[in-house]
């Protein structure tokens, strides 16, 4: 049947916002409310004729109302097909008259566990007769019509206004986003049960539930692919919860590289004021500075081509003179913690360049991190070590300024497209080689990408000169380290655990070079 009238609802719902609204409209309709507990509560309050399910079924809510829905008369109500008649003559037998409209959303499950309640509460907010009722409505969709979300009962409304019927295309509609919305809780419960109190990290079955973040985006990374961004229900933070401050929707292409431009400035989250500037999931600049905009100067400085069109991060608010110098380059997005009024005011301006807010997460924070192959997906822990401490492994020792860069060109590595080659001087990367096929590659590619920085700012010698290089992986070959002299490195930072390791050592001391060994790689793909 397309059109069903809507004669009897029942009503059970923890977030009450918009209920006794569309309860009224059921009432003026004619509509019989049946519901349970707060509800009924609530929608007496509001001065409507309620009744209790108890007394439609005939039978007491009981232990603690754990049961209360869980009865024939009200799925027998919602399961009975109106065009069956051995069904209709079951339902007579019994007196299961039929419900037409369920109203259910669940116990907050996911908000108890956030709030870090016990186990025993968490147990206790997780629903059972509310996920059954909506089950059994969305089944039988073709006479029975379910809602699961505050935001869906004004069009039902309007929809009603008519003739208080519901046609076939939105019970269909209700129907799927009913068994999405159980799906979603239900892998809510398992995710809990198997990483927060089973300690589980790669369960037999990993439960995966996200919700659309707005509009499907534009396009994909190509204009021919469509995309659109997903996140948990609880919001994990992050570029996919962070707020557009201004600007026009970000695309594919600007969340990859956003996300890219996030995870790295947080590695500087409570360093001194840092920029980093992203082009296609690369850093092409990062530098740190005694004021923001001066460590915006310093980042474009190291590869100025690059940052045009880039992805700009800062791990601070950006003021006004930060903003100022960031809009003279094109820019397709900036992202920070805030930005100060008069910020704003500048970005305004520029209405093309999106403004993205969102507090920096912790580097080391725990979680996992997943990416489609071919039939499957590769989970993984996220890359949350920076190292285990270093190993200098050269005769000579590094001063406190090569020590210094070292550190600062081992985090930003760590963010580099392997095989990584990173050189850093003075608080800022110097040159930087990525994605290359051979190390040694990479090694040559940063110290070119330095040697024109150095002739487009008019320097004298390029910023490779005394600085520090690291690598996300061993150099296999004393070749890499060799490159990296040449540039004029003076001290190098790399993970250790070659065959060759004696080989690249000794090459080290020959050069007069420091080098540490960190213990841990970074290989980024």
């Known amino acids: 049947m397309d059109m069903i009238r809507i004669s009897r609802a029942l009503l059970s719902v923890s977030d009450k916002d918009g209920l006794v609204d569309f309860a009224r409209t059921l009432a003026g309709h004619g509509v019989e409310l049946l519901s349970t507990g707060g509800t ?3 929608l007496r309050d509001a001065g409507l004729t309620v009744t209790d399910v108890a007394d439609h079924t005939g039978f007491p809510e ?15 109500g919602l399961l009975a097909l109106r065009d069956d008649a051995g069904h209709q003559a079951s339902a007579a037998e019994h007196g299961i008259p039929p419900i037409d409209l369920v109203v259910v959303n669940l116990y907050p499950f996911q908000a108890t566990v956030a709030r870090g309640a016990d186990r025993p509460e968490v147990i206790e907010n997780i629903d059972i007769g509310g996920p059954s009722m909506v089950r059994s409505a969305a089944k039988n969709h073709a006479f029975v019509a379910c809602v699961t979300n505050p935001v869906d009962y004004a069009a039902l409304a309007e929809e009603m206004a008519a003739s208080g019927a519901l046609s076939l295309a939105t019970r269909r509609r209700l129907a799927a986003k009913a068994f999405a919305a159980t799906a979603a809780y239900d892998a809510a419960i398992a995710s809990w049960f198997a990483f927060a109190d089973q300690g589980a990290m790669f369960p037999d079955l990993l ?10 985006l534009r396009y994909g990374e190509n204009p021919h692919q469509a995309a659109a961004v997903y996140r948990p229900q609880a919001g994990g933070g992050g570029v996919a919860s962070a707020s557009l401050a201004q600007g026009k929707p970000l ?23 840092t920029i980093a500037i992203i082009k296609h999931a690369n850093p092409c600049g990062v530098a740190t500075a005694a ?22 991060a800062a791990n601070r608010a950006i003021d006004e003179a930060t903003a100022a110098a960031i809009l003279e380059l094109f820019t397709e997005v900036v992202i920070a913690p805030d930005a100060s009024p008069e910020a704003r005011a500048l970005f305004a301006r520029k209405p093309n360049v999106r403004l993205l807010l969102s ?39 590094p001063t406190d300024s090569e020590r210094a860069d070292m550190d600062f060109a081992w985090k930003v590595a760590k963010h580099v497209k392997s095989n990584a080659i990173v050189y850093a001087s003075g608080g800022a990367t110097a040159g930087i080689g990525a994605g290359q096929m051979s190390r040694v590659d990479s090694a040559r590619i940063a110290a070119w990408k330095a040697r024109d920085a150095a002739e487009a700012n008019g320097w004298a010698t390029p910023r490779t000169i005394g600085s520090a290089v690291a690598s ?48 841990i790689r970074h290989f980024r793909h």
């Open 40 to 42: 009924a509560r609530a």
């Open 62 to 76: 009981m232990m603690d109302g754990r049961v209360k829905t869980l009865h024939p008369k009200v799925h027998g």
């Open 207 to 216: 439960p995966l539930a996200l919700t659309r973040a707005g509009e499907p």
């Open 251 to 273: 695309s594919y292409n600007n969340l990859n590289d956003a996300d890219g431009a996030f995870d790295l400035i947080a590695e500087f989250r409570d360093a001194a004021p």
């Open 291 to 312: 004021t923001l905009a001066d460590a915006y100067a310093a980042a474009k400085a190291c590869d100025p081509v690059s940052a045009f069109g880039g992805i700009i």
């Open 359 to 397: 507090p920096l997460p912790d580097p080391a924070r725990p979680g996992l991190t997943l990416r489609s192959i071919g039939g499957g997906v590769l989970v993984q822990s996220r890359d949350n070590r920076l190292h285990d401490g270093l190993t200098v492994v050269t005769a000579r020792q």
């Open 472 to 519: 996300d992986a061993f150099f296999p070959f004393a070749d890499g380290l060799e490159a990296a002299a040449a540039a004029g490195a003076t001290a190098v930072i790399q993970p250790g655990g070659s065959m060759r390791d004696a080989e690249v050592i000794a090459a080290a001391d020959r050069l007069g070079l420091t080098m540490a060994f960190t213990g």
